[in-house]
């Protein structure tokens, strides 16, 4: 039921699913849903941890074997990918909060979390200062992913070239640390 979700999410975007909508794709009526989820909210966290661990597992693979500036471009690559070929289920990630150590959700987050710190251990990144370059790297690619999945890069210069220039700029940033 989460995965049907999450591909209708994608569809018809994160808040405009509803249990209802749910329901007459998978064929049941709505009430029928409730075997399988709690109501809404459990299924947006439900999507969310899917979600993230979608991400997590594109990510990690992305970066394996690689290291510094390759790493990065290949996490950022395929973060961006990820956020444009499922948008509706990346948007259900914003703003849920885990109940705890042990929610999916909170492990799910872990997981994308540590592939971008494996992607930090190619610079000479202080301890005390890894969490502000996870920030970092969150804000750049989330923004520029969730901005090019709405469309909003409508000027003529190619996407795909700012794209690399971004990770060229993230990669000097890193190494100046």
């Known amino acids: ?101 042990e929610d999916p959700l909170a492990t799910a987050g872990q997981r994308l979390l540590g592939a971008f710190t494996a992607v930090l251990r190619g610079y000479d990144i202080p301890d005390h200062e890894v969490n502000h370059a996870l920030r970092l790297l969150r804000s750049l690619f989330h923004g520029f992913a969730t901005l090019q999945a709405a469309d909003g890069f409508q000027w003529s210069t190619d996407v795909d070239e700012s794209f690399e220039w971004l990770i060229a700029f993230a990669d000097r940033g890193l190494r100046t640390l």
């Open 1 to 101: 039921m989460v995965a049907a979700g999450a591909a209708l999410a994608d569809e018809v975007g994160f808040a405009r699913l509803t249990m209802g909508l749910l329901a007459e794709r998978v064929g049941v009526r709505t009430p029928s849903l409730y075997k399988h989820v709690g109501g809404q909210d459990d299924l947006n966290r439900r999507i969310a941890a899917l979600a993230l661990n979608e991400a997590a597992d594109a990510v990690g693979d992305a970066v394996r074997g690689y290291a510094g500036r390759d790493a990065l471009a290949a996490a950022a690559r395929a973060f961006r990918a990820f956020v444009l070929a499922h948008p509706g289920r990346y948007a259900a990630t914003i703003g849920q909060e885990p109940s705890g150590p």
